[in-house]
């Protein structure tokens, strides 16, 4: 082969790889975006059907802007000024990952096995007439294989269960799995919270509730064969609705400081 023929082979080989290289980038960052999108839909998706507004051919972008982005302050309870932390920016998982800007749980009170929380809370209220109709909040908690995460819609009177989706986890298909399963999670709906002392009453059962027992307002079926998962929900909810979680904020939304 001559010295021009081996310059060409090489020259059109290279530039065949920067071509295909740039188109590849260019994919990458096209597929990017659109994941971003589908990913932020899908979260909005799950945030209204959890407050019971979702319908399969509504607009979920549309019907997304009933829900009101605000910070907590899950020590104080309080919002948080939008010119302190901006809601539309606000990632609370990145920042329960950064040590600025989150807490370490200790171990003894760390029934969700997260190790870390952030500090501030994106949550979600809908209002009805002026008025706050319900409010969204997430809650996550290890399962038996995986952090599970979800949304948990409370009624204005801050206690009453609204709805529930667990949108990301990867606990075992067909048993733990079925924390994700719209039926499950409709068992939630009318159900309370605390108990008259405002304690956290809620449980996930082994088994079933029982009709007429003293805790069927407050419990929901366990989970068949996923013991460790229906025991993993329980914690998540102790923790998230106690002291060291919403409890503070709850407390206002009682007092009837939810709006704002």
Not at 60 to 76: D, M, S
Not at 186 to 205: L, N, Q, T
């Amino acid at each position: 082969m001559s010295r021009e023929s081996t310059s060409k082979t090489v020259f059109v080989a290279t530039a065949l790889a920067v071509v295909c290289s740039v188109l590849v980038s260019t994919a990458a960052v096209g597929l990017r975006d659109m994941q971003q999108a589908n990913k932020l839909l899908e979260k909005q998706k799950n945030i209204l059907m959890a407050a019971g507004l979702y319908e399969p051919d509504i607009n979920v972008t549309e019907a997304f802007k009933a829900c009101k982005p605000k910070v907590v302050n899950l020590e104080t309870g309080e919002y948080v000024p939008e010119d302190e932390v901006d809601p539309a920016t606000y990632d609370q998982r990145e920042a329960a990952s950064n040590p600025e800007l989150s807490v370490k749980i200790p171990e003894e009170k760390d029934l969700p096995r997260i190790g870390r929380r952030a500090k501030y809370a994106l949550v979600y209220s809908v209002e009805k007439d002026g008025q706050l109709d319900q409010i969204i909040l997430p809650i996550k908690g290890n399962g038996l294989w995986s952090t599970m995460y979800g949304f948990l819609a409370l009624d204005k009177d801050g206690e009453t269960v609204r709805g529930v989706t667990f949108y990301e986890h990867a606990e075992t298909a067909g048993l733990g799995g079925e924390v994700s399963n719209p039926k499950w999670n409709a068992k939630w709906v009318g159900k309370k919270i605390y108990g008259s002392a405002h304690e956290v009453e809620f449980r996930v059962m082994k088994g079933e509730v029982v009709a007429g027992s003293k805790n069927e307002d407050s419990s929901v079926d366990g989970l068949s064969g996923a013991t460790l998962t229906s025991n993993g929900v329980t914690n998540l909810m102790q923790y998230w609705l106690g002291e060291q979680g919403f409890g503070p904020y709850l407390e206002k939304i009682r007092k009837g400081g939810g709006n704002g």
